[in-house]
């Protein structure tokens, strides 16, 4: 009985791996397409990646100068500039000079020329101005309003507001046209302590 057994789950057994075999002969293969070519994976194409500016990568970036930077500070903050025109910069050897003593004065344009390239690249690597002074913050000019008011109150009769300078920094300007002295004087001499009490909002 036992063997009539173990033979009845042997030839079951046979008979249900046959039938595994012909239902997966059956069956559509899954790595066919419904037409019979054969499915292939769909990728997306590759996301172009953003080219570096050499300059950038070579000499840094730029560095937002802040109000309170000390002079250390905002000399290194100018270095990368630096830099980058001393290498981009026509040479500048001594001058040579005629039997008269007077500079010999040919390829001075071309000099010039190139000192204007190099000012021009190294823009890009220059530091960025303050932001309370930046002409792309669209509350720079209030901000230099209530620098200039504040020196007013300090004695300062001539200063004004400049246009945005080659950085992008908006500038005051003291002395007027006619130069005044004590515009001058009093206006270096309260400039940062108004910088600071216009960025505060307190009223010295």
């Not at 500048?92 to 010999?104: C, E, L, R, W």
């Amino acid at each position: 009985m036992t063997r009539i057994i173990h033979r009845s789950l042997t030839a079951a057994a046979g008979a249900l791996a046959l039938l595994a075999a012909l239902t997966a002969c059956a069956a559509p293969s899954a790595d066919q397409s419904g037409d019979g070519g054969i499915a292939t994976l769909e990728t997306a194409a590759p996301t172009p990646t953003e080219v570096a500016d050499p300059l950038v990568a070579k000499y840094g970036e730029p560095v937002r100068l802040r109000l309170d930077m000390s002079d250390e500070e905002e000399a290194d903050a100018w270095k990368p500039r630096d830099r980058c025109l001393a290498d981009h910069s026509p040479a500048t050897p001594d001058a040579p000079t005629g039997g008269d003593g007077d500079a010999v004065s040919g390829g001075v344009a071309e000099d010039l020329a190139g000192f204007a390239e190099a000012e021009a690249l190294c823009q890009r690597v220059a530091p960025l101005p303050p932001w309370e002074l930046d002409a792309q913050n669209p509350d720079a000019l209030r901000f230099a309003q209530r620098v200039v008011d504040c020196l007013h109150e300090r004695g300062v009769r001539e200063v004004e507001i400049t246009e945005p300078d080659a950085f992008g920094r908006i500038n005051l300007a003291f002395g007027g046209e006619a130069n005044d002295t004590t515009s001058i004087s009093l206006g270096m001499q309260y400039v940062d302590a108004c910088m600071v009490s216009a960025s505060d909002g307190s009223a010295e």
